[in-house]
């Protein structure tokens, strides 16, 4: 039994080729993470500060910490000195004071701008129009601290596959359109349930948790 979380890491990392795999180790115990670790793997994907935090400070210090879910303007300060990379970027307010913290600690913190592309209103991220303003803002074009990497998704929750890939496809046509001229290099899209198709939509970096844990 606990060596099939390592198991399962291996054969997903075998069929997604160079795709960057993350880790989605949310509500998930300090020795199912160890396992990972043990297991040779070093990006951990989680949704809350206060459990990332806590998991930062009782494993080893080479992890690779991102943080994908939602993030408030008043938690940065308790990330800022060692996350690895921020998916959730959904406001130009939240980006400075990713920047300031960022300063404080002399470092620049990468991250992806999240977009929203589910049909869903619950889910959070910009939409193009939002993102083109946001790049055009003098405010955000003087911000020296922060790194954007690329871009984030979430797919609607639905056994729709054509949506599905439809959604992927918009993302990937975004990303592709702005890659060049910001030298991004990381389109994050695909989880669980869609990873495969993702990838063939044009991802590089997968966020999978219950596929990994779910033993
Ligand atoms: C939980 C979560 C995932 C992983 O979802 P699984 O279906 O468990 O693979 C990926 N991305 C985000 C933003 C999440 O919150």
Redesign the pocket.
Known sequence: MSHSICKNIKQIEQEIGNTQL?V?S?YRSLPELQEVYDCGHRHY?E?RVQELTTKYENLPKDIHWHL??HLQSNKVKYIAPFVYLI??IDSLKLLKEVDKEARKHQRVISFLFQMHIAQEETKFGLSKTELDEILLDPEYINLTHVACKGL?G?ASNTEDIDQVKKEFEYLNSVYTELKDKHHYDTLSMG???D?LTAIAEGSNLI???????SV
Do not use: D, P
Request: no cysteine; glycine share 18%.
């Open positions: 993350v989605v949310k994907g949704n994908i879910g998916h959730s984030m979430m989880m669980s349930g990873y966020r999978v948790g219950s596929k990994i844990f």
